[in-house]
């Protein structure tokens, strides 16, 4: 087992590396925005007074070094400042939001990975059948399209006809089959964005095995098609598998912007944008590194489980 | 014979594969009977269709071939009649398939002894737990290694020869009637085909079940078949009994198989006086902490042929990367003409470089697919001696000349408009083209058929007499080393076992370990396995 452990801790070691790195990306990029944060929050006419003492008040006199330090330091206690706009303890601020953003990911997961395995292995077990090409064009068709007309079509159909509410507003009070109500049309929007993807790389991870020795041998013993492909192609096609779900697991999170806008849906991505808007530069880094936080998690139990999947791995000699 | 005694006909099979130019015929009319318990060798070259009829003999067809005419009976039904889930009953359960590669052939997620019994579970033959104990017994019979645990163990876990085994008894789960075999030994080393070859041997006798023994090696199928068919591109050329076919051929195709094994290179004369071009003087070298080399010495003289011979894992293809400075010696050194060459190839001069080329066991990998032979042989020219514009190209022409190929024919084309044996010739010009006094060559005939092999036996003994030079070849083929060796060097776990002239290191007394791998090489005598086999009982091996 020595050697799995040393992949997974490596691993582990370069995602820190990687979120360090982001952290300071994050940090620098809003450090080189044109201005001054302190001018551009108080607007023109603020006289240079104010200006100065908002500036102290915001530390910002302090050097870029010793304020990224106190601003990572932060975030590794779960500190993430006051907002600048509503004056509003960040953590408080982005909970809920999180919070949203978390279940409607999880909502859209839950029906699009099971969906587009599926989906891919009929595709890969009916190769070149008419299954196998109207799986691929309704898949392909919804993927070409932008997602925000994706959604208006779905509003048009579905909610203009009055099964659904085209606004995903949230409340809390509301039951969890309300909210799996609610917010149906994101998660199908969603749903509809990222299958194609997962279930043409299982599709072809699949179709990528079937010219192997093993499976040539599994036919010759005589086994069903569906269980050569369920048996003994899809264990060793996991890790390409692994990978495209993680990858869209991540866009799930952080690639939502455009759907929550349209359901007006309470998520960290409209937070972001709202937040862009105000140039209230506290949230829109902690935004981000939550983002990045996700896509690096990831990836990294992508690489994990990848890594599991491969029986010389998991059985050394 | 009677009707009833045979298991499998096949008559005027035609199978067609799919080219460029849309489907062309690989199998050309083939009949074929099979009697019950009877063992049937298929012999011939790459190309001659051997595998792709012992894959219809189960009604079966690789992706881009297809059968297109002919019957298959099988127990007097015709599987090509046949639905495919009656197909299915017949696969594995009555017919069933040993392949070439059993390290590829089980799916590396699971267990051997699940692998064992996925088919008679399936085919309804037996339980998950009469499969399992079966397996044991097969596996002790098929004499594995702890037979009672070796099921539990990944594909990974367990070496070529075992799994060939392994792969074998799982054939025998479900008693088939007919089991084909494909080249099951061959990408075993020579002292683990024959513990291979008896036990599928006596598994084969003792359960009564037919066979189809498909194989490119004539001295293989003497020892298993009780008839033997000779095929040539796709068509049957001859067939009879074993023992008439080795005494007496009758096509002249099947004699000059027979023949082939007879080249010898031209005895070289060495004065004493000579030094070596290449010496490697106590060389140790390891792969990260694991030694494969221990103090490893011999000489290479000019114009002579070095046979570097050992089985895989023996350290001889190490020894050729420390040689060209692919691989740093943890001690020792390499001396070209009395110079100590510098260990890493990037530290040594253009002019060293030059004096020792190698040549490639897969000319398929080791040319570029996408150049023409003019820029593979033209770039090492022009690095190594400077030579430009017409001065290479006449050089390329000169080179082309000397491996017996068209210059006019052959400049423009790409490897992948040649035969096996052209890209192998291209692969020596290559070599020649930076005027090496020495050239490895690395197991350069093992991929190749054997009369094609010759050929390139032949060509480098003539270029060895032209061009003075000396050569290292590498090999895991006895007979090769018969062939063409002047000194011989045998090599196991990354030591010299023994070492020196041809005549003496193959004459008794032998160095145990070598006298193991010279009786292992099968011969031509139907009797030898058995002979080898009695001989090492009653001597206690």
């Known amino acids: 087992m020595n050697s799995l452990w040393l992949v997974i801790v490596k691993r582990l070691g370069l995602g820190i590396v990687t979120l360090i790195a982001v952290s300071i990306i994050i940090f620098v990029a809003i450090e080189m925005l044109p201005g001054d944060i302190a001018q551009i929050i108080l607007g023109q006419s603020a006289t240079p007074e104010t200006v100065a003492v908002f500036r102290q008040e915001l530390g910002l006199d302090r050097p870029a070094l010793t304020r990224y330090l106190d601003w990572a330091g932060g975030m590794l206690r779960g500190d993430f400042g006051t907002a600048l706009a509503s004056k509003r303890d960040v953590s408080e601020l982005i909970q809920s939001r999180i919070f949203n953003t978390l279940f409607l990911a999880a909502y859209a997961a839950l029906i699009s990975i099971p969906l587009a395995i599926s989906l891919g292995l009929l595709a890969a077990l009916y190769r070149g059948s008419v299954l196998d090409r109207a799986v691929n064009i309704i898949s392909l068709s919804s993927v070409s399209m932008p997602e925000f007309l994706l959604a208006y079509i779905l509003v048009f159909l579905l909610a203009q006809t009055g099964f659904f509410p085209t606004m995903s507003d949230l409340t809390p009070t509301m039951s969890f089959q309300e909210k799996l109500y609610v917010t149906f049309l994101p998660a199908l929007t969603l749903t509809l964005v990222i299958t194609a993807h997962m279930m043409r790389m299982t599709r072809a991870a699949i179709v990528n095995l079937l010219a192997s020795a093993y499976i040539e041998m599994a036919e010759l013993k005589g086994l069903s098609r569906t269980r050569i492909i369920l048996m003994h192609a899809f264990p060793n096609a996991l890790a390409p598998i692994i990978n495209v779900v993680a990858i869209n697991l991540a866009y799930l999170i952080t690639g939502v912007v455009v759907v929550e806008v349209v359901f007006v849906y309470p998520g960290l991505g409209q937070l972001l944008v709202d937040s862009v808007s105000k140039r209230d530069v506290v949230v829109v880094q902690v935004a981000s590194l939550i983002f990045a936080v996700a896509y690096i998690l990831f990836n990294l139990l992508a690489d994990i489980f990848s890594t599991l999947s491969n029986p010389r791995l998991r059985h050394p000699k | ?541």
């Not at chain 2, 040549?359 to 190594?384: C, H, M, V």
């Not at chain 2, 068209?406 to 192998?424: A, H, N, T, V, Y």
Request: aromatic share 6%; with cysteine; hydrophobic share 40%.
């Open chain 2, 1 to 541: 014979m009677s009707q009833s005694d045979e298991i499998l006909t096949i008559k005027g099979l035609h199978i067609e594969g799919k080219t460029d130019e849309g489907w062309s015929e690989i199998v050309k009319g083939v009949d074929l009977s099979l009697k019950k318990g009877e063992i049937l060798g298929l012999i011939g070259e790459s190309g001659a269709g051997k595998s792709t009829i012992g894959l219809a003999a189960m009604g079966y067809a690789r992706g881009g071939c297809r059968i297109s005419a002919g019957e298959i009976i099988f127990d007097g039904h015709n599987l090509l009649e046949m639905s495919n889930k009656g197909q299915r009953r017949i696969r594995g359960r009555r017919i069933a398939y040993v392949a070439q590669s059993a390290a590829a052939s089980f799916n590396p997620t699971y267990k051997l002894i699940d692998q064992y019994s996925e088919g008679p579970v399936f085919h309804h033959v037996m339980s998950k737990s009469e499969a399992e104990h079966d397996a044991k017994e097969l596996y002790r019979r098929m004499q594995l290694p702890d037979p009672e645990m070796i099921g539990y163990r990944y594909p990974h876990q367990v070496s070529g020869g075992q799994l060939q085994r392994a792969i074998t008894a799982m054939a025998m789960s479900c008693r088939p009637d007919i089991i084909i075999f494909d080249e099951p030994t061959t990408a075993l080393d020579v002292t683990t085909q024959i513990e291979v070859l008896s036990a599928i041997r006596d598994i084969v006798n003792q359960s009564g079940t037919a066979a189809i023994y498909i194989t490119h090696d004539l001295a293989v199928v003497a020892q298993m078949a009780d008839r033997v068919k000779v095929l040539l591109k796709g068509a049957e050329i001859e067939e009879a009994d074993t023992r008439t076919m080795l005494r007496a051929p009758r096509d002249t195709y099947t004699k000059s198989l027979w023949a082939v094994r007879s080249f010898q290179a031209t005895p070289k004369k060495i004065e004493s006086t000579t030094r070596p071009v290449v010496s490697v003087q106590n060389v140790s070298a390891a792969y990260e902490t694991q030694l494969v080399l221990t103090d490893v010495s011999f000489d290479i003289f000019p114009c002579q042929t070095v046979a570097v011979v050992g089985e895989s894992g023996s350290g001889k293809s190490t020894a050729a990367r420390v040689m060209t400075g692919l691989l740093e010696p943890s001690s020792g050194s390499v001396k070209l003409r009395d110079e100590p060459l510098p260990s890493v190839y990037t530290d040594r001069s253009k002019k060293q470089l030059q004096e020792i080329q190698m040549i490639y066991q897969s000319a398929d990998t080791a040319l570029n697919p996408k150049q023409r032979i003019r820029e593979i042989i033209g770039w090492p020219i022009e690095f190594y001696t400077g030579l430009k514009g017409n001065a290479n190209e006449n050089r390329i022409r000169e080179l082309l000349t000397m491996i017996e190929m068209d210059p006019d024919e052959f400049i423009d084309r790409r490897p992948g408009e040649l035969s096996g044996g052209q890209k192998q010739r291209i692969g020596i010009a290559r070599a020649l083209a930076a005027d090496p006094s020495m050239i490895i060559c690395d197991e350069v005939t093992s991929a190749l058929d054997q009369l094609v092999a010759e050929g390139i036996l032949r060509l480098l003994d003539k270029l060895q007499q032209d061009l003075d030079l000396a050569y290292m070849f590498i090999t895991h083929d006895i007979a090769t080393v018969r062939a063409i060796a002047d000194d011989v060097v045998v090599m196991k776990a990354g030591k010299v076992v023994e070492a020196g002239p041809k005549a003496e290191v193959f004459t008794p007394p032998h160095d145990p370990y070598t006298e193991l791998l010279l009786s292992s090489v099968p011969e031509m005598d139907p009797d030898w396995l058995d002979n080898v086999l009695q001989g090492r009982a009653s001597s206690g091996n």
